[in-house]
């Protein structure tokens, strides 16, 4: 699961965070889905997501990787997984999808509110919900909320704690941009749900103590 | 995973990217603690080891320990189910599949998440008190694999003590079990030594109304301001 679902922040810190997932359904309409999937991310990578990665293939956008080859390795039951920080890139992209109706099924996550307006201005009748009811068990186990929100974009809990406090102190000693610290942070994130753009905005807020763009 | 003694050259850099802290660096040497490594390749993959001392043996994938690969690195699709990470296609692809259908709710607890680990104990406790109510056990999911009787949520014996990064515990049942599904959790987790995310998932009623919504609010429970929603583009849409 990619727990996209259960990111982290405020409402001001997860405005700008979108993450899109699209995968057919094994063994329901899978067969022809490489092609549908190709097509997909042309339109994603014409638009330009924050991050992108492939777990089928190991290609991740920080890593730089060639986008016709990427799309060429698309099988049928190669998934999409990718993050925006622009309303406006998404909104685009689901756009475009509607327009093409290939037919594969698509999770946008985010502010619920935000989600279903931009599929109101598209044009979606969204179909199911999954909804986030928090973090329970051993709470007192779990590192600070400014970790949190940077952890909680992994989709896959690949982003240690440890390695986001070295995010967040090296900005704050001056030994890294907030930008370059995103980007060593994000670098486990295998499957691209980690948006670089809002991370190194934390990142950077963290620095400066801008309690708007924190946890 | 494991660290070539030889190789390494204590650098440490790679302490700080391992997600349940195993790699610890004294004396100039990187080690891994096996007991506390689930696995996940997060070392091998993205740590900047300037040496490449990191490797995978081949005892990882040798049955018990198997279970931590599957379970923790994203990049192994399980053999069960053909999907990568720990769960199902879930809500991602509902509007085809019509997994939770109208008036049923899906739920789903990730144990571990965010970023602390779990073993099989602590989830076991959790799904036999879940069967103990009669909840269905997602039968793709590759924890239910793991089941020796879904109809009680008793875990295998022998993979009890994996640790991985999450196992997700993912069912489907009718909006009137929550009364009883909610509390049990609740009291269930004050027995749990690790964390769970928990979730719920429902089709959208008219007017993208949210049925569960307040049946979960008078439970105690109040989703967060977000979530993962299907935008509704599969097809063939399943059948309600």
């Known amino acids: ?215 | 995973m494991r660290i070539d003694e030889v190789s390494c050259t204590g650098c440490g850099q790679c302490v700080p990217y391992c997600p349940v802290g195993a790699i610890i660096c004294d004396d100039d040497v990187a080690t891994i603690d096996e007991e506390g490594c689930v696995e996940c390749s997060t070392c091998l993959r993205a740590a900047p080891c300037p040496s490449g001392a990191i490797y995978r043996p081949p005892a990882a994938f040798q049955w018990p320990r198997s279970v931590r690969t599957a379970f923790s690195d994203p990049l192994v699709p399980h053999k069960e189910t053909g999907v990568r990470g720990r769960g199902t296609e879930e809500v991602k692809t509902n509007d085809v599949t019509g997994r939770v259908k109208r008036g049923r709710v899906g739920m789903a607890l990730e144990f571990g998440r965010p970023g602390i680990g779990t073993d099989f104990h602590d989830v076991e406790k959790m799904t036999m008190a879940l069967a103990r109510i009669g909840v269905n056990f997602e039968p793709n999911n590759p924890l239910t694999f793991l089941m020796e009787d879904v109809r009680t949520g008793k875990i295998r014996d022998d993979v009890k003590g994996e640790r991985v990064l999450s196992a997700i515990i993912e069912f489907e049942t009718e909006p009137a079990k929550l009364v009883e599904i909610v509390p049990a959790v609740r009291e269930t987790a004050k027995q749990i030594k690790s964390v769970f995310s928990w979730c719920a998932i429902t089709r959208l009623g008219p007017g993208k109304s949210i049925p569960i919504m307040d049946q979960l609010r008078e439970l105690g429970l109040e989703p967060r301001i977000n979530a993962k929603i299907n935008v509704g583009l599969g097809r063939p849409l399943a059948a309600d």
């Open chain 1, 1 to 215: 699961m990619t727990h996209s679902l259960h990111r982290m922040g405020t409402a001001e810190s997860l405005r700008d965070d979108f993450v899109l997932i699209a995968r057919p359904a094994l063994g329901f309409n899978d067969k022809g889905a490489g092609r549908k999937i190709g097509r997909m991310l042309e339109i994603i990578f014409e638009v330009g997501p924050a991050n992108i990665g492939f777990l089928e293939t190991g290609d991740l956008l920080p890593r730089g990787f060639d986008p016709a080859e990427v799309i060429s390795k698309m099988n049928d039951s190669s998934g999409i997984r990718c993050s925006f920080s622009s309303r406006e890139k998404l909104k685009e992209v689901l756009r475009r999808f509607k327009e093409e109706d290939l037919g594969i099924s698509v999770t946008v996550s985010g502010i619920i509110d935000d989600v279903f307006a931009i599929c109101d201005e598209v044009g979606l009748d969204p179909h199911s919900i999954n909804l986030s009811l928090g973090v329970h068990g051993n709470t007192g186990l779990l590192p600070e909320d400014e970790v949190l929100e940077l952890t909680t974009m992994c989709g896959h809990a690949l982003v240690a704690a440890s390695l986001a406090k070295k995010g967040i102190e090296d900005v704050r000693c001056g030994r890294m941009s907030s930008k370059d610290a995103a980007l060593m942070v994000g670098m486990p994130c295998a499957c691209g749900l980690f948006n670089l753009d809002r991370a190194a905005a934390i990142l950077s807020s963290l620095s400066t103590g801008d309690p708007s763009k924190g946890a």
